[in-house]
């Protein structure tokens, strides 16, 4: 039943109450024989009875009209299975995660709470609710993907949200110009048609953790139980670094590094096509004895990081360096106010019956020409045989199709990475109807996995393989290119039934790929692809 369709069965069956309340009164008035007494021997309780009558629907008149103008939060003990709709729309996986955490924590205080996607939820499931969002932005301000739908066919419209409560959270990266865009816009649509925010919108730059306790902190108080533990950081695992290779020494490009990396147990080592890798970067150890250096502590003085003890030179190499530090401070005082240094997140290149965790990372350098946090210690600062701190993160909306569905993979830069796990898999699995595209500078030097693609190529294991490289010159530069080129074979492989896998710079090419893929498909059928899951992008 909507909240609509409730409201109005609301409405009558007060009015049929009110008619039978009405008939019984007729019914009683026809039963009395004798005459109505004289006005003046009753007159006193006749005056009374209207009085209590007038106060009486004054009463219910102020209380009917209050309750238009205020919000009340049902006791979480007399709610039914639906009353914490937690909605999200994620394009990574991070949101989703977030949001089942939310939903963790509101059944952790006794609430009933339902996990929703954005996606596919109706218009009529918001009326009347109280909803948590927890949603993603994308591409230059892009809702998710899979939310493209509901942004253009809901939040297009104007529906009567005065019944509902909700907060959300908006998660972005402030080094885009449209930082949160989505969840600022679905904030203001929420509120543009009557809804009552909860609590302020909480922004999340780059999977803050001060931000993320700060929306914790906010669902304590909603819920009366402020007593839960933080949120922690990622749970890492003990991953060895067992290989690294350079694989485009003369690039105009940065170093390119392919790494392998094996588990110190087994149950770590299980992922699908498309996942994530969540790395816990490091300071070089050679940095931090150079810092300590110029302190007067020891490296081997016990302290405390984040509830573990551990020595100060391991606190240390997982936390930003200050320029200079405070006289006389303790080492204990040092270490709590220093900043953990941030996850990076990489493709998977591999998959699990390869035995090893593999990843392409591009060496990255600051403007001050230091190297990239993550990117430096995996390419640089880590030594072969050096244990690196690594989480797997499910990354369903770029999880494989079917084995029998036609795949499209388009892609450049380490972009590939993510690409390959996918041809991997369809390989191992003789899914045999595939078609690459990647894009990178220079033939001579960018040729990642050249001899590996070539062998699937010659075996049949790829349909088609199209490689360009923009410095090279030539008609096709870029991969868009190639799409135009191929339009006939693109809309041939669509009409099959095939999905398209986008995997890489989010300047330049995943913009460029989705205006082609426009300009062949059409755009209401690459709204539909995106609908369907056929469309699927991991940009950054």
Request: charged share 15%.
């Amino acid at each position: 039943m909507t909240m609509g369709a409730s409201s109005w069965r609301s409405r009558l069956g007060n009015t049929l109450a009110l008619l039978l309340l009405v008939a019984l009164a007729v019914w009683l008035l026809r039963l009395q024989s004798a005459p109505w007494p004289g006005v003046t021997p009753l007159a006193s309780p006749r005056w009374f009875a209207g009085l209590a009558l007038v106060g009486w629907c004054s009463l219910a008149l102020f209380f009917a009209c209050r309750g238009r103008n205020t919000v009340a939060l049902a006791h979480p003990g007399t709610t039914d299975a639906a009353s914490w709709r937690v909605v999200h729309a994620s394009q990574t996986g991070f949101a989703l995660e977030l949001a089942q955490r939310t939903v963790q924590a509101l059944q952790a205080a006794g609430c009933n709470a339902q996990l929703f996607e954005l996606a596919r939820l109706a218009p009529e499931q918001l009326q009347g609710a109280r909803c948590l969002f927890v949603v993603s932005t994308t591409g230059e301000g892009d809702p998710p993907d899979a939310a493209l739908g509901f942004a253009a066919r809901t939040m297009t419209a104007h529906i009567d949200l005065h019944d509902t409560q909700y907060a959300v959270l908006a998660l972005g990266d402030r080094s885009y110009v449209k930082y949160c865009a989505f969840g600022q816009q679905l904030d203001a649509w929420l509120r543009g048609n009557g809804a009552q925010p909860l609590f302020d919108r909480v922004e999340v730059d780059n999977a803050d953790p001060a931000a993320l306790r700060h929306w914790q902190h906010q669902i304590g108080v909603l819920t009366g139980d402020t007593e839960q533990p933080d949120w922690d950081r990622p749970h890492y695992q003990p991953w060895t670094l067992a290989q690294r290779r350079h694989l485009n020494p003369g690039s105009a490009g940065g170093p390119t590094y392919h790494l392998a990396l094996q588990p110190h147990t087994t149950e770590a080592g299980h992922w699908q096509p498309g996942d994530i890798a969540e790395i816990g970067p490091r300071n070089a150890r050679e940095t931090v004895m150079r810092f300590l250096a110029t302190t007067h502590w020891a490296a081997d003085a016990m302290v405390q990081l984040q509830g573990h003890a551990m020595p100060l030179v391991e606190a240390l190499v997982r936390c930003h360096l200050p320029e200079s530090i405070a006289a006389h401070q303790e080492a204990q005082a040092f270490v709590d106010a220093l900043q953990p240094l941030p996850h990076r997140e990489y493709s998977i290149a591999s998959i699990p019956t390869d035995g090893y965790l593999e990843l392409l990372v591009r060496l990255m350098h600051r403007e001050d020409g230091s190297p990239g946090i993550g990117s430096g210690w995996l390419c640089d600062g880590a030594a072969i045989g050096s244990t690196i701190d690594l989480r797997i993160r499910s990354n369903p909306n770029f999880h494989p199709p079917r084995p029998e569905t036609p795949l499209i993979l388009i892609g450049n830069g380490t972009g590939l990475a993510g690409l390959r796990a996918h041809l991997k898999q369809r390989i191992a699995h003789a899914a045999h109807r595939n078609w690459l595209l990647f894009g990178e500078r220079n033939a001579a030097h960018d040729a990642y996995f050249d001899d590996e693609l070539s062998a699937w190529l010659s075996a049949g294991q790829l349909a088609h393989l199209d490689r360009v490289y923009s410095r090279d010159g030539g008609d096709h530069r870029y991969v868009q290119d190639v799409l135009h080129h191929h339009a006939a074979r693109l809309q041939a492989w669509m009409e099959e039934g095939a999905a398209v896998y986008v995997c890489g710079s989010l300047q330049g090419m995943a913009p460029g790929v989705d205006a082609a893929l426009t300009a062949v498909l059409g755009a209401d059928r690459l709204a539909s692809l995106l609908q369907e899951g056929r469309y699927r992008r991991d940009v950054y």
